[in-house]
């Protein structure tokens, strides 16, 4: 069996290897390449080194502007989706009449695109927001709330099918030896249940830490920037400078790898922290 795996492990592996190549490993490395060029087309592109690195920072205030309000957005984001999915497992792992109905409505936001959710919460809170005279983009608060909302109404659901089956592998005899010791709900939540449903934890935190640092089409569609690409992310930023200025091509590629490093470094870190705290059952 090991003899004729290795036999034909190639004829297996060559179509994903030739796809991941062509559709992902060389344009990466073009990507890479074009983010020290200026250019307008691949054929045209001039090496310039550094410096669309240096005007990046230095000089499109935009840019600074949407790598805080995304740190921002992803800190408040990470915490609600995660805080709130997960009390809603506990709530739903119980033996309460209509979880699987509940499971389902919670998960079905999900399953609606990022373009189209956006625009519906962009009436609906529109609507809201008129009553009184405004909307959404009249200040750049109710843009950050606005994202934030949309998101954990889109991701809870998803995140909470990833605790409740991290809850449900719990050995129940260990919370109730605990329970017979005399230890308090809030005890058993503490010391048994949250180190024992950490590989959930790792996974939904890396979830909804890429996700919403690489959140671009419901920003788009919810705000699209405004008022004065205050609410701009770090993806629509980027797409902006691409295609919505002559010239800053290889800036916004040079944005694009700057975006890329801060996503790689920052999950890489998160896997590595909470990866420590898994309890091995």
Do not use: H
């Amino acid at each position: 069996m090991e003899k004729n795996m290795k036999k034909y492990f190639p004829v297996f592996v060559l179509p994903t290897f030739v796809a991941f190549t062509v559709v992902f490993l060389i344009p990466f490395v073009l990507g890479i390449y074009l983010s020290f060029t200026e250019f307008t087309t691949v054929e045209s592109a001039t090496w310039v080194g550094l410096e669309n690195y240096i005007k990046a920072f230095t000089q499109d205030e935009n840019f600074k502007n949407a790598l805080w309000f995304t740190i921002k957005f992803t800190f408040v984001s990470v915490i609600t989706i995660n805080v709130i999915s997960f009390f809603l497992a506990l709530l739903l792992t119980k033996a309460l009449k209509g979880t699987n109905f509940f499971r389902t409505v919670f998960f079905m936001p999900n399953l609606i695109g990022g373009i189209v959710l956006g625009y519906i919460w962009n009436l609906l809170i529109n609507s809201i927001l008129g009553v009184f005279g405004f909307d959404i983009t009249y200040d750049a608060d109710f843009g950050f709330w606005g994202l934030v909302f949309l998101l954990n109404w889109q991701l809870i659901g998803y995140m909470m099918v990833i605790y409740i089956a991290g809850l449900q592998n719990i050995p129940k005899e260990l919370n109730e030896a605990a329970m017979i010791d005399g230890a308090s709900p809030f005890s058993v939540l503490k010391n048994i249940t949250v180190p024992m449903v950490m590989p959930a934890v790792t996974i939904c935190l890396f979830l909804t830490l890429t996700n919403s640092f690489k959140l671009f089409d419901q920003n788009l569609a919810l705000t699209g920037g405004a008022p004065a690409r205050e609410t701009s992310m770090l993806a629509l930023d980027i797409y902006n400078t691409f295609y919505g200025r002559i010239g800053w091509q290889g800036v916004g590629q040079a944005k694009a790898v700057v975006f890329f490093l801060i996503v790689a470094i920052i999950a890489f870190v998160q896997l590595k922290i909470t990866g420590r705290k898994e309890v091995e059952q």
